[in-house]
T-cell receptor, first 113, second 114 residues
Framework: NAGVMQNPRHLVRRRGQEARLRCSPM?????VYWYRQLPEEGLKFMVY????????ESGMPKERFSAEFPKEGPSILRIQQVVRGDSAAYFC???????????FGDGTRLSIL | TQLLEQSPQFLSIQEGENLTVYCNSS?????LQWYRQEPGEGPVLLVT?????EVKKLKRLTFQFGDARKDSSLHITAAQPGDTGLYLC??????????????FGKGTHLIIQP
């Protein structure tokens, strides 16, 4: 499967725990984007990364959220000390360049108890 | 502020009818994408339009980008039950400051009744 792979598909955490969401881009793509989809709302841009660099994190909450895309391995979206309001579907997309079409994974559904 | 307004939000029509979905903005986009999203899955890219006035056809679907690159439309001819789904438009402005991510509309929920 050469598409964007996200795991886990579903993640349940208790308030105060950490959540780690993983994204492997499409083969040949080095640009990764994270989006959040809250119930009844559209997809909202969070962060744009290239290998080992955060290019644009203007959509990321100022606290508790971080993202990385290391030289080797998948991109990680990390949420520390999760709260109920973090419950959402988190989608990753990848592209072959900054202005190229973005292809999405099937998302991680995060539920906070 | 919702930068991309999609209309209608919900649409239910009979098989065989034609329909148009609109995506409007006061902002200029360098490109605009249309996606279709099924429940529990990620958006699947249908088309990208880049040039003002551009028209692209995908079988019974016709996509148009406005001359000023601020709006777009999706027209479906002779709709079929398999066209049922959530259709999303997304614009890319580019240039940093949050503009490298796609700006999404809230989507049009389309139901085609047999």
């Amino acid at each position: 499967n050469a598409g964007v792979m996200q795991n886990p598909r579903h993640l349940v955490r208790r308030r105060g725990q950490e959540a780690r969401l993983r994204c492997s881009p499409m083969k040949g793509h080095s640009h990764v984007y994270w989006y959040r989809q809250l119930p009844e709302e559209g997809l909202k841009f969070m962060v744009y990364l290239q290998k080992e660099n955060i290019i644009d994190e203007s959509g990321m909450p100022k606290e508790r959220f971080s993202a990385e895309f290391p030289k080797e391995g998948p991109s990680i979206l990390r949420i520390q000390q999760v709260v109920r309001g973090d419950s959402a579907a988190y989608f990753c997309a990848s592209s072959g360049g900054a202005s190229q079409p973005q292809h999405f994974g099937d998302g991680t559904r995060l539920s906070i108890l | 502020t919702q930068l991309l307004e999609q209309s209608p939000q919900f649409l239910s029509i009979q098989e065989g009818e034609n329909l148009t979905v609109y995506c409007n903005s006061s902002s200029v986009f360098s490109s605009l994408q249309w996606y279709r999203q099924e429940p529990g899955e990620g958006p699947v890219l249908l088309v990208t339009v880049v040039t003002g006035g551009e028209v692209k056809k995908l079988k019974r679907l016709t996509f148009q980008f406005g001359d000023a690159r601020k709006d777009s439309s999706l027209h479906i001819t002779a709709a079929q039950p398999g066209d049922t789904g959530l259709y999303l438009c997304a614009g890319l402005r580019g240039g940093g400051g949050g503009a490298d991510g796609l700006t999404f509309g809230k989507g049009t929920h389309l139901i085609i009744q047999p």
